[in-house]
């Protein structure tokens, strides 16, 4: 919670506290789906900072188990209430029997509803909840209305839920809340009558790190080996690793890969490594969290983030929080940040681009610290998870006054 000083002025400025409910398919301490998990907490914090109430409702999936915690019941977590319900076998669709039951006392008497996914069944049931009960909702696709990559995983299945379910998810919702142009290009591209945008980036919450903190011994042992390009994220096709790996070739750069293999491709992409003759320059850590991260975003001479799409990216702005300069393809939505801040470079995928960009950056220190200390102060200005929360809560207040001022039905 934040001090009542915070709390008072901006409940103050801004009129009455909300009640704000968010709906999302799994929630701390289930980590395992990456950034979407954080950066939700991370605006639900910021909105209890600012003086706000806010309830999560969720489930209990993390993954091939279950998180361990009270069911159907509040459970605070940094001042958020949030209530899990126990996931049923078709955990694939979220789906959740008591749920509906958690929608349902949530809503009622709430300001407004934030729905956190797509082509889940919580946020198709909380959505005709909030209809019947007259509460308006906004929607984060979270990245997932996007065509190519619709096309690419379980298309006939994803298409006839759009048909059926999500095509009125969206087109009854007040707001589209995206973290890019592009991400909102995506979802216009469906063909869906998409409401308003709610252009918010993801922010952060910037770490105070420990003097002193050792990271575990195979970490510290890789970063020991010498200077290093950083990509830190899931393991996934849809990161580019392979682009990145490829721009290797030729050059001296050392890429330390630090992350989830939930889709099993390190030995695809070790493949790969040996195939351009960079086997040893490419070198798996695994999975990094807390300082062990900070440490290494803030020891990196560079990030990359070589995605082939992707609606965000909260570890670019990580990055730069620890003067880290980064390299994005443009499919990246935090390219947008990047360009704005002059913060690192924006590269095309092709292996020649991305090398050449990596380098310029390797071997220029004084380009390294300009860059790094751009994104550094322009993350403090614009990018703390306070003032994204803030923005939040002017779009919030800009649905509710738009609902109040519908006619009523005689």
């Known amino acids: 919670m934040g001090d009542d000083s915070t709390k008072s002025s901006d409940v103050t400025a801004g009129g009455a506290p909300l009640r704000v409910v968010h709906v999302v398919p799994t929630y701390l301490p289930a980590t395992r789906y990456g950034g979407p998990i954080y950066s939700v907490h991370g605006l639900c914090k910021a909105l209890v900072r600012l003086g706000h109430h806010v309830e999560v409702v969720t489930t209990n999936d993390d993954g091939a188990g279950v998180s361990d915690v009270p069911l159907d019941t509040p459970v605070l977590l940094d001042g958020v209430v949030v209530r899990y319900y126990q996931t049923a076998l078709t955990r694939r669709l979220g789906w959740a029997p008591q749920m509906h039951r958690g929608f349902r006392a949530a809503l009622t ?13 919580p946020t198709f049931a909380a959505a005709r909840t909030a209809d019947r009960l007259g509460v308006p909702y906004i929607l984060a696709p979270r990245g997932a209305l996007v065509p190519k990559l619709i096309r690419r995983n379980s298309y006939l ?4 839920w759009i048909k059926l379910i999500e095509a009125r998810t969206v087109s009854h919702a007040a707001r589209l809340h995206v973290t890019s142009d592009a991400e909102y290009r995506d979802a216009e591209q469906l063909g869906l009558r998409v409401p308003p945008r709610c252009l918010l980036p993801n922010g952060i919450d910037i770490p105070s790190l420990r003097d002193g903190h050792a990271l575990s011994a195979p ?3 890789a970063v020991a080996a010498g200077p290093y390009v950083l990509f830190l994220g899931r393991i996934s096709w849809i990161k580019g690793l392979d682009r990145a790996i490829r721009a290797l070739a030729g050059t001296d750069l050392r890429l330390l890969i630090a992350g989830h293999d939930d889709e099993g491709l390190r030995p695809s992409l070790q493949q790969v490594a040996q195939e351009f003759g960079v086997g040893d320059r490419a070198v798996f850590v695994g999975s990094v969290a807390g300082d062990d991260k900070w440490r290494l975003l803030q020891g990196a001479r560079v990030l990359i983030l070589p995605s082939y799409n992707e609606n965000f990216g909260n570890v670019v702005v990580e990055a730069m929080a620890m003067g880290c300069p980064v390299v994005v393809t443009p499919e990246v939505g935090a390219a947008d940040v ?10 095309r995928g092709e292996p020649v681009e991305l090398r050449t960009a990596m380098l310029s950056l390797w071997r220029d220190a004084e380009l390294r610290e300009r860059l790094g200390q751009a994104g550094a102060r322009y993350v403090q200005e614009h990018l703390t998870w306070d003032a994204i929360g803030r923005r939040m809560v002017e779009c919030y207040r800009e649905v509710i006054a738009e609902r109040m001022a519908e006619p009523t039905a005689e």
């Open 109 to 121: 008497g709430a300001s407004v509803l934030h729905l956190h996914s797509v082509f889940m069944w």
């Open 157 to 160: 299945q994803k298409t006839a």
């Open 219 to 221: 970490l510290a042992a």
């Open 338 to 347: 990047v360009k704005a801040s002059g913060a690192g470079i924006v590269a």
